[in-house]
Each structure stands twice: as C-alpha cells, then as structure tokens.
C-alpha cells in the first residue's frame, strides 16, 4: 500500500479558498516530482500543479494565478493553495508521486479529496 495520504478538501462557497496537504514517507517525497490533478466524471484527469524533477512548477491552464504549490520538506508534505475557488474547480483532487530513477521508478497516486464549490 502506498502512503499518499490527502487532506484539507471539502465544501467552500464560490470565491472562497482551500489548502490541500498530500502527506507521504521520506522515500517517496525525496525521490519523486510531485504534483496535484483533479477528475470530474466524464473527464479525464487533469493537471493542476505540478513539480517537475528538475524542481520547477507547471501549472494548468485552468488554474493558472489562482493555485499555489509548495512543500515542506521537514514534514515530506506537498500542499496545494486555491484561491478565488469557481464552481468549476468542483472535482476530486489527487496528489501524484513519480520518479524516473532508474533503480526506484514508480508513479504513485492518493486516494483523492473532494473539494466542492457551491453557494
């Protein structure tokens, strides 16, 4: 069982703002690019934020200037700011771990967190 354990989802009123956490073990936080994707039924996932391995940050269009991605290394957590939530931010948000080192690959996903966007 992989440990990618999300947190901080829930209902927030259009306009509003969350921090998602994505906590995971010291392996796969040091080896793996992290970032967050979310699903709607019907659709396919899709990026929100990414860390990439050489450590720079992609961002969805989507999302672009109202997310902020960060992590903190003494608690091998990833997190994921929203602000100004819209109701087509609702989905399920999944945090990713993926490393392309040759001796530890993986591609590891949470097991999601709702967040909803309603008034």
């Known amino acids: 069982q992989v440990d990618l354990v999300e947190s901080g989802g829930g209902l927030v009123q259009p306009g509003g703002s969350l921090r998602l956490s994505c906590a995971t073990s010291t392996r796969i936080f040091s080896r793996a690019a992290m970032g967050w994707y979310r699903q709607t039924p019907g659709k396919r996932r899709e990026l929100v934020a990414t860390?990439?391995?050489?450590?720079?940050?992609i961002y969805g269009t989507s999302v672009k200037g109202r997310c902020s991605i960060s992590k903190d290394n003494a608690k091998n957590t990833l997190y994921l700011q929203m602000n100004d939530l819209k109701s087509e931010d609702t989905a399920v948000y999944y945090c990713?771990?993926?490393?392309?080192?040759?001796?530890?690959?993986?591609?590891?996903w949470g097991q999601g967190t709702q967040v909803t966007v309603s008034s």
């Open positions: 860390f990439t391995g050489a450590g720079s940050i």
């Open positions: 990713n771990a993926e490393s392309s080192v040759d001796s530890d690959r993986f591609n590891y």
